[in-house]
């Protein structure tokens, strides 16, 4: 039987856990409470716990056992895991959250075993994870904002185009495709001055300097197409900053204005032939002169108008309201301000005429008001096309406003409107989709009941304009054998026609689950591996500082550090999936120079893939035996060479790997075991679940580790697998 720690004689033990920062317990095979560090007992009286003795001495197991029995679902967990660690040595890990009135928390608790004297114990960790998980929760919120965002930019009617401080594009919609004729594969990389005309006098530092300046931008260029046209475009632009305000781009919107500038050009140049509004006010309001347009256009004659109070005329007389705010502006002018609104006035057969009303005061050289005047023109046309885009606008803002992920909407007349890419996935049994009666496809894609029951809460809302919400809805597809979840919402909208709609705002919950799940598994792994490479970092700085003098040891250690990097390189490079032979030995022998590598280092043996943890283990011996024959073995001497091949025996069931020195001195077995012995021998072989044959034979060392093929390999064993240093 193995003796029991007497825990008073243990300082060095006592000493290093009190240097952990995480709380720390040692617990006994019978569960006891051994010994404590600071971090545990600042934990207990934090939580209000045993502020005396920390639990020390206390059973741990009958602490959970107890509260277990009060229903506490979590002292069990821990109780059973605990077990598990204390008798077959399994690790153990659990998160748990632990919020106050205050603040929100989380903890993680884990368990592993610690051989002492031949006895196990479990070594307890509580640690403080509360930062990881609102950075986690954070960034899913981040995530599900960009693509949210992502989404809108991507079906946005107006070409969205952002561009670094050098002017490259980095984020080109699909409206800028449709716009300019480029693919956004093709343009993303490159120079935003590809879309300005040869002539253009501008470059695009210019504007990214005047844009950096000011917060939001906006402004007409001409740009050319990929089938060279020339259009007028309406740019607004902003800077892009990143989350410490600095500025890294700029993000622009371009609408295409070419048709909509040239009607202002039209009605430019017929206020140029006198086709507009101008006129001459005495400063009391009295019409004393008028242009031939306004008469025309009205149907009437001079002396109908000329003497009157310009408010009382025919254009304005229609609307006691609209003669209100014109006797207010006069009198305004009158002051000195210049008055401009937009204004329907009244034109031949009872019609009204939107124009760009403006009333400006006519100063003599003393500066007093001698005449006020009016002019206008048509804006009919431009506010038809205002109105049209600010209705398409709102029913676009209607369908993405709420929604984070899929979007469609349900016409009037009860048929499919639009359907983003989201929702798409939803109605792919559905053919044609646009315009299809919204009946017609629920009942294509789910079950008569269900489907039923969403066609009466539709036609509800739409009849009523009372919205729905159903926070989680899973049914059974019927065009597929598949189970979806959702969450899902309805609104009743204005459609682009004028005539109301219903919106359906939705999501997948079972994929937001099982992205939730993935980053769980990834945040585990991540645990879990650094863990291992900070034990393996801590053995080797011990087992290296007991076997080397004081000056010796930096450079031993960080030899081997580099070493470890190394493999820790080549596995990272595969994404954990694993490392090749070749490029292991490649790797770890680079430390001996090209030519040596090349003229006396002979490699064999087939192209496979390593476990991660094979390859950490076989790097750091192959790295002992290169460092010791370089010293003391046959690359100490210009003749020597060594030999590497590995394989596959016993029917694929063993992988064995060798290391043959030849050539060198005298060879004889070593008067003391330092740690690269250690190495090369015990660790190479535990990493594997291995054995080590070493020979001292005088011509040269010869080293052999055979291993359980299924401890060293990946599946698919010797297969011809494509990974980081195969050629």
Known sequence: MSQRISWSDAPALQALIDAMRDGVAVISQDGTIECVNHAWQALAVENGGNGKGHYAGENYLSICRKNAQQGDALAAKVEAGLKQTLETGADFRVQYPCHTDTEKRWFELSAVPLELNGARYALLTIRNVTTQELARIELTDAEQNTRNLSAIVATMPDAVIAFDLEGLITSWNAAAEKLYGYQSGGMVGQSIEMLYPSDWPRGASDYIAEIIESEIKYFDVVRQTKSAKLRTIAVTAAPVRSASGKVVGVSTVHRDVTEERLSEQRLRSVLDNLFAFVGVLEPDGTLVEANRAPLEAAGIKAKDVIGKKFWDCYWWNYAPEIQSQLRQSCERALAGEIIR????????????????????????????????????????????????????????????????????????????AHVSNGAQPVFENVRPLIGRDFSEALRIIWPESFASEAINLFRHTLETGEPYHAPSTIERRQDRDEVQAYDWKIERITMPDGRPGVVCNFYDLSERQRYDEHIRLLMREVNHRSKNLLTVVLSIARQTSRNSRPEEFLDRFSQRLYSLSGSQDLIVQGNWGGVSVKALVDSQLEHLGTQKQGN????????????????????????????????????????????????????????????????????????????????????????????????????????????????VALAGGAELIKTPGDV
Do not use: C
Not at 386 to 392: P, Y
Not at 644 to 667: A, C, Q
């Open 341 to 416: 609104y937009d204004v329907p006035v009244r034109v031949a057969g009872e019609h009204l005429l939107w124009i760009d009303f403006q009333l400006a005061p006519l100063l003599d050289a003393d500066g007093v008001v001698v005449n006020l005047i009016p002019s206008g023109i048509d804006i009919s046309e431009r506010k038809a096309m205002m109105q049209a885009l600010k209705t398409s606008h709102d029913t676009f803002q209607d369908m993405v406003a709420g929604s984070p992920f899929g979007i469609y909407t349900v016409d009037a007349d009860f048929r499919l």
């Open 600 to 711: 006396r280092i002979r490699l064999d043996g087939p192209k496979m893939v390593l476990t991660p943890t094979a390859a950490q283990g076989i790097g750091m011996a192959l790295h002992e035996l290169s460092t010791n024959a370089l010293k003391y073995g046959s690359l100490s001497v210009p003749a020597g060479t060594v030999s590497i091949d590995w394989g596959i025996t016993d029917n694929g069931k063993s992988f064995w790997i060798r290391w043959v020195e030849e050539g060198g001195p005298l060879v004889s077995p070593p008067e003391h075991k330092g740690f690269g012995r250690t190495v090369i021998e015990r660790m190479a072989a535990l990493s594997v679940g291995g054995t080590v044959e070493l020979a001292y034979a005088p011509d040269g060392m010869q080293w052999k580790l055979t291993a359980p093929f299924g401890e």
